[in-house]
């Protein structure tokens, strides 16, 4: 039930969100200026754009390591099917498709996996957060609903990663109090499995505990995330304006800030209406500006989703696989755990 109020809570976001973006943009006009870009802009962007996410898949690497050495190059294809189910399936269920795929075929529990896409999850913001904070620097920027979401999202952000921090700085203490009140307040027969639970997923954020991993966390972070901010300028290459790669930056940023709001898979509305929203700010024309988001939202979703797809298959995976995913963390991870991963 609860589901199916959130699948539809993020059509009716979704739809909103659309309206408040195109709202008043003829639909001819935007496939006059669609039929007119420069599409090899666009097919530049895409190398870009898988070089980026293999940036991340590094960053992963360092986070997963102390759980089972699994090279980046085998992490990559989890990776990408991960992107795929996610512009595909609502409530971020390409998280545990990805955990899934890696129990698979590596042999590793779906808890300490989820715990280390939910701490990527918290550097992703924080370096969105530290691209908008970047930006503001060096241009004047007054939206404020855009200016909510900084507000909203900054205590968010800092304040998971300080968790994180207390969690893995005292592992002694959190064990003690974790163990107190699973014994205080779970029923007695669920016990021994939920300790054990809480176990694993501490055991996802050891990587924090390294300075160097934590420092290369960092950089892998801004590295990926500069990458893929260079796409919106390539891309915007194709296009009758130009912006400063700052505007650029805010776009990034709050746009992938956007996902926290409730929308359909692939984050159809939200993103759309906040990159238009961004860029008008800053003077581009709403018709260029809602046709860049539409190519921008392409260029991010396709290549992603046709080769998590690809791998999906060639690993012998189908869609049978993506309730089998879900089946088996219902039945080894809390439901709130789900309902925070799917949150962030």
């Excluded at 690497?61 to 090279?71: E, G, M, S, T």
Aim: net charge neutral.
């Amino acid at each position: 039930m609860k589901q199916r109020i959130s699948l539809i809570l993020g059509f009716l976001s979704s739809l909103i969100f659309l309206w408040l973006g195109f709202r008043g943009l003829a639909l001819d006009e935007i496939r006059d200026v669609l039929t007119g870009i420069n599409l090899i802009w666009v097919l530049l962007a895409f190398p870009v754009y898988f070089l980026a996410i293999y940036v991340l898949t590094w960053r992963w690497w360092y986070l997963f390591r102390p759980i089972k050495d699994v090279h980046p190059n085998r992490l990559y294809p989890v990776v990408l099917i991960g992107y795929m189910a996610n512009n595909l399936l609502p409530f971020r269920l390409g998280e545990i498709l990805r955990a899934y795929v890696l129990k698979k075929r590596e042999n590793v529990n779906i808890a300490p996996t989820l715990s280390t896409i939910f701490v990527e999850r918290v550097f992703d913001g924080l370096t969105m957060l530290t691209f908008i904070f970047t930006a503001l620097f060096f241009i004047d920027f007054e939206e404020p609903a855009l200016q909510t979401v900084i507000y909203v999202t900054t205590p968010l952000f800092f304040g998971a990663l300080l968790i994180f921090f207390v969690l893995v700085a005292n592992p002694a203490t959190a064990t003690a109090i974790y163990t107190w009140l699973i014994n205080k307040f779970a029923p007695g027969g669920l016990r021994p499995r939920l300790l054990e639970i809480v176990a694993e997923l501490m055991s996802g954020l050891s990587a924090l505990r390294s300075g160097r991993a934590l420092v290369l966390t960092i950089l892998t972070s801004f590295l990926s995330w500069t990458l893929e901010s260079s796409t919106y300028y390539i891309v915007m290459q194709a296009f009758d304006f130009e912006v400063s790669f700052f505007v650029l930056l805010l776009v990034v940023g709050f746009g992938n800030l956007s996902t926290i709001l409730p929308s359909t898979a692939g984050y159809i509305g939200t993103f759309h209406a906040v990159a238009i929203l961004t860029l008008t700010t800053f003077g581009v024309d709403r018709l260029q500006a809602g046709s860049y988001a539409i190519i921008m939202h392409a260029t991010l979703w396709l290549p992603m989703t046709v080769s998590g797809f690809i791998y999906l298959v060639k690993f012998g995976f189908g869609w049978r696989d993506i309730q089998a995913a879900q089946d088996v963390a219902d039945e080894q991870l809390p439901e709130h755990l789900l309902e925070s991963e799917a949150a962030i």
